[in-house]
């Protein structure tokens, strides 16, 4: 039915994660139609190699008016016949409906972000708006409206060969090729989402004991991984892999691992998308949102306490009202994130 269809999404990281399957269940629904993806320069790296798309455009986020008139009228010229808004933004939105000011007019479909349905259960409690879906089942909800049959969610990327044998290349120097590791992912975006630096210590003290070895990962400037990194210096056991690999070569990575313990954050989803089964750390947020792990081994870990301030906020964004400060975070005790990584230790992937 389409030909050409143009996808859009622009971030965030953990987010363009969960658009993948769109383009493989589209590539299934239509194999004979071009799709081409507009997404950011940066975050949008993650899904270089993907064999569904025929094109990715990388677009600078920071852009100008004449930029983005510049961008829409190279879009046009493409006669697009469906544009798939992932991203349903002011800016995503523009872009739609300027091409659709000329002909050929495409078809328009656009997700639905829920936006409601979160507020209400912010600002009152009210969870009985939300659906049950995942993130990955709503964004699929368009296609799924033109076809009958069942849609995957499972998610995707694509290290290259070069990407693997880089990080193979660097578990070989620290000595940890074809040994059991897990990965620990202590920062997040907004410091609400993160559980205690002290019991990121004792879980790390824990495994290393237990003979396997621990990799810090994340971003180059975060502070909770660069005080875990600290602490634990001069531990044959525990390195740091912060900041020295591109995302699709920490893709790799994490997919060598046995298992990821880390926030609610971008990492669990790149873990999971390359099979490796994650234990998600929610406070300020729930799995109602639509962000909890999707494997079956992979396990959600919050808190026991029935706080009505949660959950407080749609991203871990702002402070906390609570007297007891993160009282959601702290309430998590290591020995419980202990007990479910201990399940996941024995269990080698095939």
Not at 185 to 211: D, R, T, Y
Not at 252 to 272: F, G, K, W, Y
Request: net charge positive; hydrophobic share 40%.
């Amino acid at each position: 039915m389409f030909s050409n269809i143009l996808l859009i999404r622009f971030s965030s990281l953990g987010d363009l994660v969960l658009t993948t399957p769109i383009y493989r269940e589209l590539r299934k629904v239509y194999p004979d139609s071009r799709l081409t993806l507009l997404t950011s320069e940066g975050f949008g790296r993650v899904l270089e190699n993907n064999p569904h798309l025929d094109e990715i455009i990388y677009h600078h986020r920071k852009e100008t008016r004449n930029d983005l008139k510049e961008l829409i009228n190279q879009l046009r010229l493409q006669k697009f016949d469906l544009i798939y808004d992932i991203h349903n933004s002011l800016r995503s939105r523009w872009i739609g409906w300027q091409l659709k000011r000329h002909a050929p007019k495409p078809e328009h479909w656009l997700i639905e972000k829920r936006t409601l349905a979160r507020e209400l259960q912010i600002r009152f409690r009210w969870g009985q708006f939300f659906n049950g879906k995942s993130q990955r089942e709503q964004w699929l909800e368009p296609l799924q409206r033109h076809h009958t049959g069942t849609l995957s969610t499972k998610t995707e990327l694509f290290p290259s060969v070069a990407d693997k044998n880089y990080v193979k290349a660097w578990l070989n120097q620290n000595d940890l090729q074809d040994k059991p590791f897990i990965c620990i992912g202590a920062s997040a975006s907004f410091p609400l989402k993160c559980w205690p630096l002290q019991n990121f210590k004792q879980l790390v003290e824990n495994i290393i004991q237990s003979g396997v070895s621990v990799v810090l990962v994340g971003a180059n400037g975060e502070i909770e991984t660069e005080e875990l990194a600290e602490y634990f210096r001069g531990s044959q056991n525990v390195f740091c892999a912060a900041g020295i690999f591109t995302i699709l070569q920490s893709a790799a990575l994490l997919e060598m691992a046995n298992a990821v313990v880390a926030n609610d954050t971008s990492i669990i989803h790149l873990a999971e998308a390359m099979r490796t089964p994650s234990i998600a750390l929610f406070g300020p947020t729930v799995k109602e949102f639509g962000y909890a792990p999707m494997l079956a081994q992979s396990r959600l870990i919050e808190t026991d306490l029935a706080l009505r301030c949660r959950p407080c906020s749609r991203t871990g964004k702002g402070t906390c009202k609570n007297r007891e400060q993160q009282i959601c975070m702290y309430s998590i005790s290591t020995q419980k994130v202990w007990d479910a990584a201990q399940l996941l230790l024995p269990k080698v992937r095939e």
